[in-house]
């Protein structure tokens, strides 16, 4: 398969091109580095030592398994970058990685909300238009979030629910209820897939992905050049992974206010494992399909509680803080999301354990010393601090 | 009250601009002239002579009225025109016409859709971030469409729908189903808005409006230099200004494909009535509300039939042609709107009747002379003419 990797330089969009290229698929990756610079941004780094470029990544992967990854390093955003990438590559499958993926950032400032909004809806709009003209039996496989959803006080669905109104019925878009900008932008992009599909007859799976957690993938244990990045930071760390570090510098685990917040949690080894399902398994044309990616449900307060009892395993003293929400979410919410697609697809998911914990606190000990302190406390507020913090009900 | 108008120079703003100044409101507009650079673009003009600027509309108002209409000629893309805006006017409502319009226009290239959303979408976000830090006790009066909803086969409820489920039971936003790139960004300004009312505390008004028909409001009237203007090609042009000027000119009424498809309507009088009723009525802190914003429900063909009939009884010899559809929709489904909830609050709607027809008929008559006959037919297509046409059903 042709496979075209949005954002391949990525925490996910790397190992993915990894994965792909390991099992024979022809990947070609684009990247224009908008994660890099705004790690230089905001003065924080990947825990882990990555490559300076993705040149220099698929150079490494190359010398060391034989395979080639090809690289076009340019914006999404820039439409000649685009219709070139289509015209030569003419991909059968594009995973769209290539977004700004980050709440807190997105809430810095206005220009920080706008620019989420518009890299994010115009990369998708080209990939959309790029479709239509230059691939149209191709199939969009574009990383959502279930934060799109929110937490509404029904079950969530995989995309669609089935409505009886006034005795009629219809299946219908499941309702959204993002909680920041970022998640607006993924609703947004939703929104235009699904036209794109029902107008112009194209085939994507929008994959509502849970939270990242883990370190490591078949690939990236070749060879420490082949290392994802791994972030900690308020704005780009996502909770698991923030509380496996904290817990290894001795920093007490920092949980927002209550910690009742439940969301979906997957290992990276399973984003590998659903994106291959989805890819490998395309949708008819015109259809727009919704997987809800994640394999387990975990309220903040029981994360905190596994990284604790994890660390008393290996030595480590983890005490848990809870610090003022800097975000405007209920602490306490109904939660149960439907995630059976994917695993019909054939997905075995790699549950949450204690000894998956303190493997990742193994790998986060190696590069200890790259820790930047300052990083770790949430600064980024959802809301400004003269407003009276309000709460909100699930 | 302080009333700013974002899109203060198009076919609604300026009537609503001087609806509002002849009450007594102190109000300032806002204008970039994107719709009068659109139809040069197009090859296409207002039916109606216009003034040649805001500055000379707010003048001639100001001669015979003695009212003063504020004007500030710039683009609500550009964060330091809207900052000085809200800084120097300090508006307590906001209504917010200020977007691209045509559903025609954002299918006419992927330049045209992108420009679409991200005027539209910007245009909106920088007035949520200026509420947030300048005006936060403001009520932003947004106008969107019915087209968000689409045509689902259930009844429409206004913006939300209580759903149970599994047990379980939420009020959650109403599924949206937009079926052109421009109605997509009123769905995604409806999200963001919504959004910035539960994070920020903001109050919002989303007037989902129908249709709107009609050349005349109490003000137009008062001098031929307050004439909004009035299109009617296909780009801009809504079908039942169309249709009356095509029954004037002798064109046959354009109906596109079966003539089933249903939607809202009203008329320009009492849109003003509605967002009158909106803005002296603001939500509370922090609500986001939404009002289906039309009268009557009517399909293509009904429409027809009574420009046809109205045709009859002023002399005017009116046949109907089913062109085919440039759109991709439903020519024959469900529709049934809710629309109770302006009426609740005073709205006396202006029934459509073939007296109010024929009255359109005869301002129109007066400026034949200036019709573009080759702007009626449809070209713009929702899906490239290589493709095979395929219907949707309801």
Known sequence: MRILIFGGDGYLGWPTAMYFSARGHEVHTVDNYLRRRAHQELHTDSLTPILDSLPARADAWRQVTGYRIGVTEGDLCDWPTVERLFQEFQPETIIHYGEQPSAPYSYISREHA????????????????????????????KLGTMGEYGTPN???EEGYITIQHNGREDRLPFPKLPGSWYH?????????????CRVW???????????????ETDESKLDPRFATRFDYDEVFGTALNRFCLQAVIGHPLTVYGAGGQTRGYLNILDTLQCVELASVNPPAEGEFRVFNQFT???????????????GADSGLEVTIDHVPNPRVEAEHHYYNAKHSHLLDLGLKPHTLSETLVE????????HKDRVIGDAIMPRTRWRPLDQVPQSISG
């Open 114 to 141: 706008v620019f989420t909004q518009q890299n994010n809806v115009i990369s998708t709009l080209n990939a959309l238009w790029a479709m239509r003209d230059l691939a149209p039996n191709a199939h969009l496989v």
């Open 184 to 196: 607006a932008s993924k609703v947004h992009d939703s929104t235009n897939i699904h036209l794109g």
């Open 201 to 215: 007859g194209l085939r994507a799976t929008d994959l509502n992905q849970g939270v990242v957690y883990g370190i």
């Open 296 to 310: 387990e449900q975990f309220a903040i307060n029981e994360l905190a509680d596994i990284v604790q009892r994890a």
């Open 359 to 366: 493997s990742v606190f193994a790998r986060i000990q190696e």
């Open 154 to 156: 029904i079950d969530i």
